[in-house]
């Protein structure tokens, strides 16, 4: 019991640590998604997700605390107390949208629960704009954890595991 109600809240249980989906959609690999930061792996290993047509809230990943809001609201960085950390970019090339069709619902230093929505964004706005709203969620850093698997699933529902953090 006490186990389950750890996953829940803060994703993790000890020897592993669970990554959900901030939103429901396609999962792709980072050198699929036509950026070559995340395709090298520069940030760290993770998946990409296309949001599906009705997603238009990024629900936090994990439990932890916001370690960086983007002053463009297109990224966040949720840090653990295992000292993982795990960034979400809403989109390719968001960036140079400045912040326009999204909508931060969190700050820099909110501890958060896993499922919390954490940023709200107009998707079909960032598509007339040209831009692509497939998500790198990735790991910067492992903290504690030695090793991760990522999902297989090609199509995930909000809040499926789609990373899992391993501790030896």
Do not use: C, W
């Not at 896993?114 to 903290?143: N, Q, W």
């Amino acid at each position: 019991m006490i186990e389950a109600l750890k996953m829940k809240m803060f994703g993790h249980s000890g020897r592993f640590i669970s990554v959900f989906a901030p939103f429901a959609g396609e999962v792709s690999s980072l050198d699929s998604i036509g950026d070559s930061v995340f395709a090298k792996g520069t940030l760290g290993p993770g998946i990409a997700i296309t949001p599906d047509d009705n997603q238009t809230i990024v629900r936090a990943p994990i439990g932890g605390e916001i370690l960086l809001m983007s002053d463009m609201s297109h990224a966040v960085i949720i840090k653990t107390t295992q000292n993982t950390e795990i960034l979400v970019h809403v989109g390719i090339g968001t960036v140079a949208l400045k912040g326009k069709y999204f909508r931060p619902l969190v700050q820099n230093g909110d501890f958060i629960k896993a499922g919390e929505p954490i940023l709200e964004f107009d998707a079909v706005s960032i598509v007339k704009e040209g831009y692509s709203l497939k998500t790198p969620i990735v790991i910067p850093s492992l903290g504690s954890y030695s090793g991760y698997e990522l999902t297989k699933q090609q199509n995930i529902l909000t809040q499926d595991e789609i990373i899992k953090l391993i501790r030896d």
